[in-house]
């Protein structure tokens, strides 16, 4: 009896742990989805203590260039690749051949296959447009997008075509072999901050619930099962663990707890800075902790990077502190003024970069292949 229970138990564990990854599961129970893949390996980060270096756009543009085939600042500067490489899907839903930023779609696609062959991991983030006013991200002219978009049947009816884009997209990211490549997928972020039409302001905490489910919905339909999903309050208005899961969606929807920082200069940036990371990453920690999922410090940055030790003395103070599988710093652009977050060739920086990489804690791209 007591064996038969043990059996139970242990199905419903083993169960439980695959409850969200990827969609319909693999038929045969050894094959693995390639979600179970990626989810295995940010496990494993996480029980060895190590933290993935992630940056946004990566090989599309750095400080100096743009679109120069398999360029990098990140490798130029430590020489590897970083082990996670970002990149934004905004504007897929408007047919267009390029993304919010100038990044042809086409190019983010062949450039997921490359990172992927490196043994490299691949993420998705989502800026799309306002689909009650036609505006941006950004635009809150109407400030219950949130709740119009989800309560309005002609309303949702476009959202779920515009994310059926997104699945589309992704379930068409394939390896040389043909087999789908997995990512994660990072939707409906920073919800906690008032930025976004999806944001804390625009709409009840069942209507940013139902997003998720609407999302989750359109993609098992569609039987994608190669994404991870990741859940990433931003640090504003979350004062505790309770803000910070206020409008979690549920266990069945994430797979890994993360956390958008970043560090804004400024008189007491430093204590600033890590009392919303004890609020907000700690939070991300102990949800990670408590719901079986992994933790991520998923955006973080310095803009413009007017620092030449900030990688050391900010950033691996606080990957010293919580154990995340994994960080991600946002763009270098060579358009935007000021708006770059990794050394350049040439930035002050480089050494503590290069310090970074060479850190026993952190894990860059050769690494990750190992992992
Ligand atoms: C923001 C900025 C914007 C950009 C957006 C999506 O944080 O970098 O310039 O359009 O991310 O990449």
Request: hydrophobic letters at 35%; glycine letters at 8%; proline letters at 4%.
């Amino acid at each position: 009896m007591k064996r038969i229970l043990i059996t139970i138990a242990i199905g419903v564990a083993a169960m439980s742990l695959c409850a969200c990854v990827g969609g319909k599961k693999a038929e045969a129970a050894d094959s693995k989805t390639p979600a179970e893949i990626m989810l295995a390996r940010l496990q494993k980060l996480q029980q060895d203590s190590l933290t993935a270096f992630g940056h946004h756009d990566d090989t599309a543009y750095g400080r100096y260039w743009e679109y120069m085939p398999d360029s990098s600042d990140v490798k130029t500067v430590s020489g590897d690749y970083p082990a996670v490489m970002n990149w934004d899907l905004g504007w897929i839903e408007t047919g267009a051949d390029k993304q919010l930023d100038g990044v042809p779609f086409e190019f983010i696609k062949a450039e997921i296959v490359k990172q992927d062959a490196r043994g490299g991991m691949n993420a998705l983030s989502w800026h799309l447009r306002n689909p009650l006013t036609g505006g941006d991200s950004w635009d809150n002219a109407n400030d219950s997008t949130l709740a119009v978009v989800m309560r309005d049947k002609a309303m949702t009816d476009t959202l779920r075509k515009w994310i059926g884009m997104t699945a589309d997209f992704i379930g068409d990211l394939r390896d040389k072999d043909g087999k789908r490549i997995p990512v994660m997928w990072r939707p409906w972020h920073e919800h906690t901050g008032e930025w976004f039409w999806w944001g804390i302001n625009h709409g009840s905490a069942d209507d940013y619930k139902n997003l998720w489910k609407l999302t989750r919905e359109v993609f098992d339909d569609k039987g994608i099962d190669n994404v991870v999903w990741v859940y990433s309050p931003d640090k504003s208005n979350v004062n505790s663990y309770e803000d910070y899961m206020q409008r979690y969606p549920g266990d069945n929807y994430v797979d890994v707890m993360g956390a958008d920082v970043y560090y804004f200069d400024g008189p007491d940036a430093d204590s600033i800075f890590f009392d919303r990371i004890d609020k907000t990453l700690g939070a991300a920690v102990r949800a990670a902790k408590e719901h079986g999922k992994v933790a991520a410090f998923s955006e973080t940055g310095f803009e413009g990077l007017p620092s030449s030790d900030w990688y050391m003395t900010r950033l691996m103070r606080v990957l010293d502190k919580y154990n995340v599988a994994f960080v991600t710093v946002w763009r270098n652009s060579n358009t935007k003024p000021n708006h770059w977050y990794t050394p350049y060739p040439g930035h002050p920086g480089v050494k503590d970069f290069k310090e970074f990489h060479d850190n026993a804690k952190t894990v860059f791209c050769k690494e990750m292949s190992k992992l």
